[in-house]
């Protein structure tokens, strides 16, 4: 039935004794999902320390995130099991920048101004949520994930 479905939302055009039938290629979800995880790997606010690098430019970089996590979306079938992870994700995006916004960006937004140790707490947060949704991603859909984001990820469990 998935087979059929998929089929249904793809077709755009049946012939009649000529036999001919056309149809749009949609992404797999798997695609979609390893082509976000490659946009991800141009976002150094993910794995980047931090030290010496622009944090107004960081912040633009999570309003970029979530416009990619926003077009994958758009791409994803309504019953995708990515969806619940990546709504996740872009939900983590406006909230980080919420929050640096709100207490340590200067008026005009030229230029950060808050402490140091907010801004890296708060990108430690924005790092964890998502080395734990990028795993559940990876593995559900058979995507690798870049090293760059081995610092991210959750340490794999083991059985005791």
């Known amino acids: 039935m998935k087979i059929l479905d998929t089929l249904k939302s793809r077709v755009t055009g049946l012939g009649a004794f000529g036999l001919s039938v056309s149809w749009e290629y949609q992404e797999s979800e798997a695609e979609v999902i390893r082509s976000l995880f490659l946009d991800f790997e141009n976002h150094r606010v993910l794995f980047d320390r931090g030290c010496g690098s622009d944090r107004t430019a960081m912040i633009e970089s999570v309003e970029k995130i979530r416009e990619d996590i926003t077009n994958a979306l758009k791409k994803l079938p309504n019953n995708s099991e990515a969806i619940t992870n990546l709504k996740a ?20 937004k030229s230029y950060y101004q808050g402490p140091e140790e907010d801004f890296f707490f708060e990108l430690g947060q924005f790092r964890g949520v998502f080395g ?11 995507v690798d994930i870049g090293e760059q984001f081995e610092h991210i990820l959750p340490a794999p469990i083991k059985n005791v």
């Open 89 to 108: 994700l872009r939900a983590e995006c406006q909230a980080t920048q919420g929050r640096i916004e709100l207490h340590n960006v200067s008026q005009n």
């Open 132 to 142: 734990v949704h990028l795993a559940l991603l990876a593995q559900a859909f058979r």
